[in-house]
């Protein structure tokens, strides 16, 4: 009860904000003003008859209830002033259907309630119950849809964050769902269209094609042989290209020349690889229909023989075939799509592509009409403008919606034509997000090919039109793939040789590793150092222990001692061998930076391994030859008698 509540409050803050906010001088049909005391009888009924259509549930706190209406009672009593003439045009206004809409709703209150000055009102004038129940009646519903609208805006909002955070994304990125603590299942996230979504660049716009959203776009149109960084940026983002065929009704009339276009067109085909051709030829006389359906048979024919299944047809009919000069069930079989043109003038000042109205220009009628020839809805794409048309008198000229915005500031009020769902501001007819909201549900709802937008660029600088796109065409598509197991198999526990041998494999890796560039490797990663001083320890012990048998046995038996020459070569050996593996384990010591190597990039002494080693054998080899030509010589002779 207390959300109901909530919304309830809600609602009646609307409209006496929008009461507060508005106001300029009232027309010339409003009462006279004259010095009296502040008299607020006629708006205070209003008030209250609004707030009864409101009325919170009887469960609801009292307290918070007297609170609200205090509060918005605080808004309205010095604001703005309701005079009988006013309530009276109000309800006159609200009955026409194109005026019920919440922004209509605002400009009315903006021209018809004036603001009273501090010692200044209006007389008070009567007015009938039924009067201002009429008008509360009406008044309502606008502000429960207002309420509505927020609701889906910010619903909408969340729908682009999701989107919008799939951008960049890799089409082929796995990831991983866990369905429990040991089964997962693999997935792929990407986006997909509800419905096609084409991009005509019918003009060159330099470089507004940076600002193209080419995610939302499902193919574009081009004229051949196209842009190679437009239609380059297009394959980069996953948006299909097609060349769009502009010609004039005499290209029907030269079946020679028709031949050479679509012979000439194959190779741009493949060089740009476009995946289909769209036929736009304005002003096809009934006298040509067949001519037409021929040339299509031919373009069709011709790139279905070489190269099957690579390329699509579609087909840009007008809104209103008057000249009956296409025939849809000769071309359905070999066209994909009929992109349906709602971008041209109609016969009535007004919208472009009025969604009801004009039985041979509004889009409803104009849909039933060519689905009735039994063919399929899902053939048909709408090309909507997103160009306004301004009309003087029975003469018109397109503005782009960038022109429009930029000659209309933000705060401007915009009118809607509900039957139509078109926006318009003075005479300039054009399409925003609200009107496209609308369309674009149509379409969905009676399961169309989806839309055409034209031209691509018209809307450059602003991106809500963008945004009305992707949120209604462009979904999140979840491609789930096979279960996995999260926990790795039990592994059996290796033996004690096998441990150690993989010990001695990896200290091997990260020894010759040290050897080539000791500074690429972590301290963290190696015990090496440990072992080799434990090596150099036992070594000296052994050094010393053969030593003390090697000097015993000269004393004690002197040359005669037949092992004399084989302990020393071993004692010196091992006395080698000490003297590396200290030299080692000095070098490796993560203890002694300054001697070894550290994981600090300043202080690392990079000097490899190899060299050092290198050095040390090289100083062993001429010690041994300096002892093998002076000082074994000496000792000689020192023994010969």
């Known amino acids: 009860m207390i959300p109901c509540m909530r919304n309830n409050f809600r609602l009646i803050l609307f409209i006496f904000t929008i009461f507060f906010f508005a106001g300029n001088t009232l027309t010339a049909s409003v009462a006279v003003c004259q010095q009296l005391p502040k008299d607020t009888a006629v708006k205070t009924k209003l008030l209250k008859r609004i707030t009864e259509m409101l009325q919170f549930r009887k469960n609801a706190r009292r307290r918070e209830q007297q609170r609200m209406i205090t509060i918005v009672n605080g808004l309205f009593a010095d604001s703005l002033v309701a005079t009988p003439a006013a309530i009276k045009y109000l309800n006159w206004a609200l009955d026409n259907e194109r005026n019920q809409n919440f922004a209509y709703l605002r400009q009315l209150i903006n021209d018809s309630l004036p603001r009273h000055t501090t010692d200044t009102v209006l007389v008070k004038a009567g007015i009938t119950e039924e009067e201002m129940t009429e008008l509360a009646g009406k008044l309502v519903p606008l502000l429960q849809q207002k309420e509505v609208e927020v609701k889906e805006d910010t619903a909408r909002q969340q729908r682009l964050k999701i989107?919008?955070?799939?951008?960049?994304?890799?089409?082929?990125?796995?990831?991983?769902?866990?369905?429990?603590?040991?089964?997962?299942?693999?997935?792929?996230?990407?986006?997909?269209?509800?419905?096609?979504?084409?991009?005509?660049?019918s003009k060159d716009n330099g470089d507004a094609y940076m600002n193209y959203n080419f995610t939302t776009l499902s193919y574009l149109s081009i004229a051949p042989p196209g842009s190679y960084k437009i239609m380059d940026a297009a394959r980069k983002y996953g948006c299909k290209t097609m060349f769009m065929l502009n010609g004039s009704s005499g290209l029907l009339q030269n079946e020679a020349?028709?031949?050479?276009?679509?012979?000439?067109?194959?190779?741009?085909?493949?060089?740009?690889?476009?995946?289909g051709?769209?036929?736009?030829?304005?002003d096809v006389k009934q006298s040509e229909r067949d001519a037409f359906t021929r040339f299509v048979t031919i373009l069709y024919n011709y790139l279905d023989h070489n190269a099957p299944g690579k390329y699509s047809v579609a087909?840009?009919?007008?809104?209103?075939?008057?000249?009956?000069?296409?025939?849809?069930?000769?071309?359905?079989?070999?066209?994909?799509?009929?992109?349906?043109n709602f971008t041209s003038a109609p016969p009535p000042a007004g919208s472009c592509d009025p969604l009801k109205?004009?039985?041979?220009?509004?889009?409803?009628?104009?849909?039933?009409?060519?689905?009735?020839?039994?063919?399929?809805?899902?053939?048909?794409?709408?090309?909507?403008?997103?160009?306004?048309?301004?009309?003087?008198?029975?003469?018109?000229?397109?503005?782009?919606?960038?022109?429009?915005k930029k000659a209309y500031p933000q705060d401007s009020m915009v009118s809607y034509d509900v039957t139509a769902a078109s926006a318009y501001i003075g005479n300039i007819w054009f399409n925003d997000p609200t009107t496209l909201d609308v369309k674009y549900d149509y379409v969905l709802r009676n399961g169309l090919g989806g839309v055409a937008i034209c031209p691509l660029g018209a809307d450059d600088g602003y991106g809500e039109l963008w945004d009305e796109l992707t949120d209604k065409f462009v979904v999140v598509d979840?491609?789930?793939?096979?279960?996995?197991?999260?926990?790795?198999?039990?592994?059996?526990?290796?033996?004690?040789?096998?441990?150690?041998?993989?010990?001695?494999?990896?200290?091997l890796r990260a020894i010759h590793q040290l050897l080539k560039d000791p500074c690429s490797i972590s301290t963290n990663y190696y015990k090496s150092d440990e072992y080799f001083r434990y090596l150099a320890i036992?070594?000296?012990?052994?050094?010393?222990?053969i030593g003390i048998f090697y000097l015993y046995n000269v004393r004690m038996e002197g040359s005669d001692w037949k092992l004399r020459k084989k302990v020393l070569y071993v004692w010196i050996g091992v006395i080698v061998l000490a003297m590396l593996s200290c030299t080692v384990s000095l070098m490796l010591a993560k203890r002694l930076p300054l001697l070894g190597f550290t994981d600090d990039p300043v202080e690392c002494k990079n000097i490899s391994l190899y060299s050092v080693l290198v050095v040390f054998l090289m100083g062993i080899a001429l010690g041994m030859v300096l002892m093998r030509v002076f000082v074994f010589p000496l000792v000689r002779k020192r023994d010969i008698p």
């Open 257 to 275: 020349q028709q031949f050479e276009l679509v012979d000439s067109l194959l190779p741009l085909l493949e060089a740009q690889q476009a995946t």
């Open 315 to 340: 087909v840009t009919i007008p809104a209103y075939d008057k000249n009956k000069a296409y025939d849809l069930r000769e071309l359905a079989p070999m066209v994909k799509y009929f992109i349906i």
């Open 478 to 507: 979840t491609v789930w793939m096979d279960k996995v197991r999260l926990t790795p198999l039990p592994v059996e526990k290796p033996g004690l040789w096998t441990r150690i041998k993989q010990r001695i494999k990896y200290e």
């Open 357 to 404: 109205g004009n039985n041979n220009y509004s889009i409803d009628p104009v849909v039933s009409r060519y689905v009735n020839q039994h063919i399929a809805p899902e053939k048909f794409i709408l090309m909507l403008p997103y160009d306004g048309i301004k009309w003087v008198g029975n003469t018109y000229s397109f503005m782009s919606y960038k022109d429009i």
């Open 538 to 545: 036992f070594l000296f012990v052994c050094v010393v222990l």
């Open 163 to 201: 989107i919008r955070a799939l951008y960049g994304r890799p089409p082929d990125q796995v990831d991983t769902l866990r369905l429990s603590d040991t089964t997962g299942r693999l997935y792929k996230i990407r986006l997909s269209h509800q419905a096609e979504v084409i991009g005509i660049q």
């Open 277 to 282: 051709v769209n036929v736009w030829i304005r």
